[in-house]
């Protein structure tokens, strides 16, 4: 029984390792993820908001819902730890 | 619980005001260097980790009680959501900070600019730093005592 595991891991890990081989390189410039929407946020993000830094232009404004989100996530968790942890007497 | 030593007292009470000047400066400079509302607001909740570690949770409590604590929490995301409103009140999309009129500033990028530092960020850093707060007090020994 113990055998079965083993057999499956060793052929995730090979099929894993096998498909990485496909992966583009570290910060090759011509990778599919460097030519979508990348390029068009280095060259206009500094005019269209006004933000020297591009991670914070995209955080707070081209990905301004994805980071109004996380920040309500962040607000549930910390109501959550109080409703779950707080222990009151009575 | 119990203060710490004398010694370990005195050099934090010296270093929160300087980790709280750094957390504010993280804060309001995310639109022009590294930084931004939840690296900032993690560095401000770290000096009231200090100051609790070593003033106990009483002391902790002295200078940011759990109502003040509660109403931050929530006040972080009322601005952020709140300055997203205030786009569609004056004609733009949910979160276009272009669209709101500030006084003097006529540029479009600039009032995005002035809001994401000012607001955006700053709800951001007050929401982070209330509740690694509150978490941390949470587990902490006596933590949950004094409500």
């Keep these: 029984m113990r055998i079965l595991p083993l057999i499956t891991v060793l052929l995730v890990g090979a099929l894993l390792i096998w498909s990485a081989q496909d992966m583009p390189d570290m910060g090759d410039p011509n990778a599919p993820t460097n030519l979508h929407v990348a390029p068009y946020y280095i060259e206009h993000s500094e005019e269209e908001v ?11 404004d081209y990905r301004g819902y994805d980071t109004l ?22 | 619980m119990k203060e710490e030593d004398v010694i370990i007292r005195t050099v934090i009470r010296l270093m929160v005001p300087f ?4 957390g504010l400066y993280v804060i309001f400079h995310g639109g022009s260097g590294p930084g931004g509302g939840f690296q900032g607001g993690v560095i401000l909740a770290a000096s009231m980790i200090l100051y609790v570690m070593a003033f106990g949770v009483t002391g902790g409590r002295r200078k940011l009680t759990e109502k003040t604590n509660m109403i931050m929490r929530s006040t972080g995301v009322l601005i952020f959501s709140g300055i997203g409103l205030l786009a569609i009140l004056f004609g733009g999309k949910y ?31 007050i929401t982070v730093m209330a509740v690694m707060v509150t978490i941390f007090l949470e587990f902490y020994p006596g933590g949950t005592s004094d409500d």
């Design chain 1, 69 to 90: 989100g996380e920040t309500t996530v962040i607000f549930t968790a910390g109501v959550s730890v109080l409703l779950l942890l707080r222990r009151r007497e009575d």
């Design chain 1, 50 to 60: 006004g933000v020297e830094n591009i991670v914070s232009a995209i955080l707070a």
């Design chain 2, 95 to 125: 979160l276009d900070y272009g669209a709101v009129p500030l006084p003097f500033i006529h540029h479009a990028a600039e009032v995005r600019e002035l809001l994401i530092d000012g607001g955006v960020e700053v709800g951001i850093g």
């Design chain 2, 19 to 22: 980790i709280q000047i750094f």
